[in-house]
């Protein structure tokens, strides 16, 4: 039991560290190009290729993890690389051609999962199965806090040392957790090896079809399915609310830069939420919460909508408490749903999905924004609330695979 707590706190360790030096490295790079370059449009291209090949990356990643003996040490390697693209990015800015420099990004964000769905997937390896819950609620609040303490670190770094130093100190995070990933336990080791969820090992197949049987194995769940479904629709609320917050703060607060601190006061009340789910994680089945929080979702961007300063720190407010309750009951729902053999794959498939409907939420937002803010705000609520009606139009595939301990 010991070695079981000890790779768990090693586990927690190593994800919020590397987790904090990704939500710090966004926006340092985008400040570092807005910096080196002048150009606004550089700096959003660059960010772009970041977010978009992570999603694409998601899938292969999943498939390499699943089959690797020792995925911490897979994962590790990950970090590492991921660690330095983004220095290479940084020292490439206004001296590379940019072309260049997008190439290296794109290439750098294919690892982007590894901080996300890839780590989630090893959390069975580091406890007894009767504790996941409280361990995937926990493991959901170093988003939360990554969410908070990233950003502020990106932008006090870029104030007192420069925007490119800003970025190496989030490269430098990054690669920081690589030890603790390294010394995650093997796919058959001390730990747990697999966790719950359904049985179907690792089968030979050629590079797309091992690529696709993440896609396949969520396709095949219905509690997967809807699952994915209403977190890919929150997602894309969460991005055009994202991509609407600086004119928010701007029209509401007198400055573009308090709707930017407002994520902050997101990621505190989703930090705060997961705290108090933690501690009783049976409170409420995870596949009640998945559903519900886009409900509570709609309601604050519908609030927000309204432009008062007030409404808006609170709509800001309680979308953190959808947000942060809802990951840790995706977490839950895909560690008791996905294939042994899957497990990564389904995570960072998963990941990828959301990565693109968040980029794909703000890519929309931005230019209704400018036409008018009140009504992004309201197809940012209809989005969200349609996360239901998706999640209950699935009627097919595997259901439930069971209601006990981890429900």
């Keep these: 039991m010991a070695d079981r707590h000890s790779f768990f706190r090693c586990y927690l360790v190593g994800a919020l560290v590397a987790r904090t030096g990704d939500d710090m490295a966004g926006p340092a790079l985008l400040l570092a190009a807005l910096t080196l370059t002048g150009s606004a449009a550089e700096a959003s291209s660059l960010l772009a290729a970041v977010t978009v090949s992570a999603a694409v990356g998601g899938p292969v990643l999943g498939a390499l993890l699943d089959r690797s003996p020792r995925p911490g040490r897979l994962l590790a390697g990950a ?11 940084v020292t490439g800015l206004g001296r590379a051609p940019g072309p260049v420099t997008l ?11 590894a901080l996300s769905g890839g780590w989630t997937a090893q959390l069975p390896r580091t406890v007894p199965a009767g504790r996941l819950p409280r361990a995937g609620a926990l493991d959901a609040m170093t988003f939360s806090v990554a969410g908070l303490a990233g950003p502020a670190f990106a932008g006090g770094a870029a104030e007192a040392l420069g925007a490119p130093t800003a970025v190496a100190f989030s490269a430098a995070l990054i690669a920081a957790a690589a030890p603790a990933a390294w010394l995650l336990p093997p796919a058959a080791g001390p730990g747990p090896a697999t966790g719950p969820g359904p049985t179907e090992p690792p089968r030979a197949a050629p590079p797309a079809g091992i690529v696709a049987s993440g896609i396949g194995a969520i396709a095949g769940s219905r509690s997967l399915t809807r699952a994915t479904l209403t977190s890919v629709c929150s997602c894309a609320a969460q991005g055009m609310m994202t991509a609407c917050l600086p004119l928010l703060g701007e029209r509401a607060m007198g400055g573009a830069g308090f709707g930017a601190a407002l994520l902050s006061c997101a990621a505190l009340s989703a930090l ?5 789910l933690a501690r009783r994680p049976h409170v409420v089945a995870p596949d009640t919460v998945l559903w519900a929080a886009p409900l509570l979702q709609a309601a604050a961007l ?15 407010a309680v979308a953190g408490l959808a947000e942060g309750p809802q990951l840790t009951a995706l977490f839950a729902v895909r560690h008791r749903e996905a294939p042994k053999g899957l497990r990564a794959q389904v995570f960072t498939t998963g990941a990828s999905l959301k990565i693109t409907g968040f980029a ?6 931005g230019p209704l ?13 209809a989005t969200a609330a349609l996360a239901v009606p998706a999640r209950f139009a699935v009627r097919t595939g595997r259901g439930p695979v069971r209601t006990g301990s981890h429900a």
């Design 79 to 89: 970090l590492v690389l991921y660690a330095t693209g983004t220095a290479v990015v």
């Design 103 to 113: 190439l290296v990004a794109g290439v750098t964000g294919l690892l982007g999962p």
């Design 272 to 276: 705060l939420a997961n705290a108090a």
């Design 302 to 316: 519908a609030l927000a909508a309204t432009g008062g300063p007030v409404a808006l720190v609170v709509a800001v």
């Design 360 to 365: 794909v939420g703000a890519a929309v937002a």
């Design 369 to 381: 924004a400018d036409r008018s803010l009140h009504g992004a705000l309201l197809v940012a609520a």
